[in-house]
């Protein structure tokens, strides 16, 4: 079993940064097989993709919507992964939720964040709203 708790979130305005943690325990987990991935869900939305990171490969992935404004990271000693989120929009509210995948990007030959359906474990979300 694999627990992930996500928090970071908050009301911010645009233009403004928020850095969101993913803090992943239980006795499964390990940096070696798993990697962490990044929804997020808009009001009456189903989830979508926001990025994705491998910890042992160090291999990002992310949306063309957050490109270049996310950044992915981990600190693997405290197995926790954030999503430093720069220039913050108001297109960007939404519930953000970690997910934890087993498995390796390169191994698998993975160029793209695996599928919503992949992922094994969900944490809860932390709410992230940007006031324009």
Known sequence: EVQLQASGGGLVQAGDSLRL?????????????????????????DREAVSCLSLSEGIAYYDNSVKGRFTVTS????????????????????????AAFIGLFRREGRRSCPAQYEYD????GTLVTVSS
């Open 21 to 45: 943690s993913c803090a992943a325990s239980g006795p499964e987990f390990s940096i070696y097989s798993f990697a962490i991935g990044w929804y997020r869900q808009f009001p009456g939305k």
């Open 75 to 98: 600190d693997n000693a405290k197995n926790t992964v954030y999503l430093q989120m720069n220039k913050l929009a108001s297109e960007d509210t939404a519930v953000y939720y970690c």
């Open 121 to 124: 474990y969900w944490g809860q």
